[in-house]
């Protein structure tokens, strides 16, 4: 069973930027894509970065150029670089993993929960 394990959450101020951390008990090229999503109180799980094996990403509008999804095979890790926070980033982040042949992600780590105030 794999299992991923976010990391770096927080408290920050508006402006400021946080690295969330993902690591997986297995190797991160044995899944198609690795991702980040998160969800606000009240809201529905909404997708924001996302890294395929071979290195393409893809990012959600609202995060665009903010964000930096990026991985270190070695550690098994998978990252999440956040600047220029706002106060509606506010939210519990989750990572995520799709197995080869899938179309939805199919592992989820327990959340890390991210708060963007002053």
């Known amino acids: ?21 993902c690591a997986a008990s297995g190797s991160i090229f044995s899944f ?7 969800q606000a ?15 393409s990403t893809n990012y959600a509008d609202s995060v665009k150029g903010r964000f930096t999804i990026s991985r270190d095979s070695a550690k098994n890790t998978v990252y999440l670089q956040m600047n220029s926070l706002k106060p509606e980033d506010t939210a519990v982040y989750y990572c995520a993993a799709r ?3 899938l179309e939805r992600y199919d592992y989820w780590g327990q959340g890390t929960q991210v708060t963007v105030s002053s």
Not at 41 to 55: H, L, N, S, V, Y
């Open 1 to 21: 069973q794999v299992q991923l394990v976010e990391s770096g959450g927080g408290l920050v101020q508006p402006g400021g930027s946080l690295r969330l951390s």
């Open 32 to 38: 198609s894509a690795m991702g980040w999503y998160r």
């Open 41 to 55: 109180p009240g809201d529905q799980r909404e997708f924001i970065a996302t890294m395929a094996t071979g290195g």
């Open 99 to 101: 197995r080869y042949g």
